[in-house]
């Protein structure tokens, strides 16, 4: 079965920049995955983020944007500020109706 | 502007049953696809189970296949989730979220606040 692969924290300084990927034990990401991206602070629903690879959902800063980097789905924060601080997921679509969890990146900004 | 609203969960015994549900309100639940994802204490999402426009099709991830059982009643404007056997395991957070659809990419657009289940003796 395949896996979908984040990493499981990363740290930014303050005004930094940091990328995320969402990876697949076997195989590349592309758009028939239809990958996306949501944010979690502790004790909260999920907020989409992004879509469509790179489309921001509505109320996104633009700090935050959506690529595909080599084999990976990618999240890219530009200008990191201390309320980014939260857990990152991705998802992605398995084929037969199922869809996958990446495991979440928490990602830390000090 | 969409809102869904959970309810149901609670405090139940492993192999007792459960039936959580979702209200959808301010768009027509007939247009999309629902899912249920949930969300162990302190662990990542993991997605449930799905239920096409109709309710013609429905998928499940193999952990809840044969035990839960996903449902719609879009007269009602609501989903239902429907847990037998449940385990341990099951012990979760349930989110009831919405499939948007653009430029021919699926992606969860609206998500309810959840519901906790609990399953222990």
């Known amino acids: 079965q395949t896996v979908v692969t984040q990493e499981p924290s990363f740290s930014v300084s303050p005004g930094g920049t940091v990328t995320l990927t969402c990876g697949l034990s076997?195989?590349?990401?592309?758009?028939?995955?239809?990958p996306s991206w949501y944010q979690q602070t502790p004790g909260q629903t999920p907020r989409t983020l992004i879509y469509s690879i790179n489309v921001r959902s509505s109320g996104v800063p633009d700090r935050f944007s959506g690529s595909i980097l080599g084999n990976k789905a990618a999240l890219t924060i530009t200008g990191a500020q201390a309320d980014d601080e939260s857990d990152y997921y991705c998802v992605l679509y398995m084929g037969s109706g199922i869809w996958v969890f990446g495991g979440g990146t928490k990602l830390t900004v000090l | 502007e969409g809102q869904l609203v959970e309810s149901g969960g609670g405090l139940v015994q492993p192999g007792g049953s459960l039936r959580l549900s979702c209200t959808a309100s301010g768009f027509t639940l007939s247009s999309y696809w629902m899912s249920w994802v949930r969300q162990a204490p302190g662990k990542g999402l993991e997605w449930v189970a799905n239920i096409k426009q109709d309710g013609s099709e429905k998928n499940y991830v193999d952990s809840v296949r044969g035990r839960f059982t996903i449902s719609r009643d879009n007269a009602k404007n609501s989903l239902s989730l429907q847990m037998n056997s449940l385990r341990a395991e099951d012990t979760a957070v349930y989110y009831c979220a919405r499939w948007g659809y653009s430029s021919g990419q699926y992606y969860l657009d609206y998500w309810g606040q959840g519901t906790l289940v609990t399953v222990s003796s």
């Open positions: 076997s195989g590349s990401v592309s758009t028939s995955y239809h």
